[in-house]
């Protein structure tokens, strides 16, 4: 047996509509469902649903960052630098702080938190010919200007 792929991920939030907003209005998600007020779904185009939202509550406590647990989410928002360039353009209109960019070598990364300070990163790939024959390619990190 062997998995196929990785079919969604779901969050907890404090604050549904605002974490909505977020998921739709900045980072450009489709919302498709909600369930009795507590959570709603997205999805990027290809499946029912790429992403939900579980709403848990103001009282909600921030995650350790000592802890196991969730450490970033990861969305691919183009195939270029170009495109990158323009999705932060978009970020910094939408006054979203991005707090880290990174050349990895396989991809070029932004770095942002949702309103719940999830960590996300937005990312493009490179030529798959980077990693393809060198897995160990993926532990590069260095500075990105853009």
Do not use: C
């Amino acid at each position: 047996m062997q998995v196929k792929a990785l079919g969604h991920v779901v969050l907890k939030v404090r604050n549904l509509e605002r974490s909505i907003a977020f998921y739709r209005d900045v980072l450009g998600m489709k919302e498709v469902a909600r369930y009795q007020g507590v959570m709603a779904f997205f999805t990027l185009g290809e499946d029912h649903h790429d992403l939900g939202l579980m709403q848990i509550g103001a009282h909600a406590a921030e995650a350790d960052p000592g802890s196991v647990g969730l450490y970033h989410v990861a969305f691919k928002v183009g195939d270029s630098l170009d495109e990158l360039r323009a999705y932060k353009a978009h970020l910094e209109a939408s006054h979203v702080s991005i707090f880290g960019m990174s050349d990895h070598g396989v991809s070029q990364s932004l770095y942002i938190q949702d309103p719940d300070g999830i960590e996300i990163e937005l990312y493009v790939d490179t030529d798959p010919a980077v990693w393809r024959d060198d897995p160990g390619a993926v532990l590069t990190t260095r500075r990105l200007q853009l």
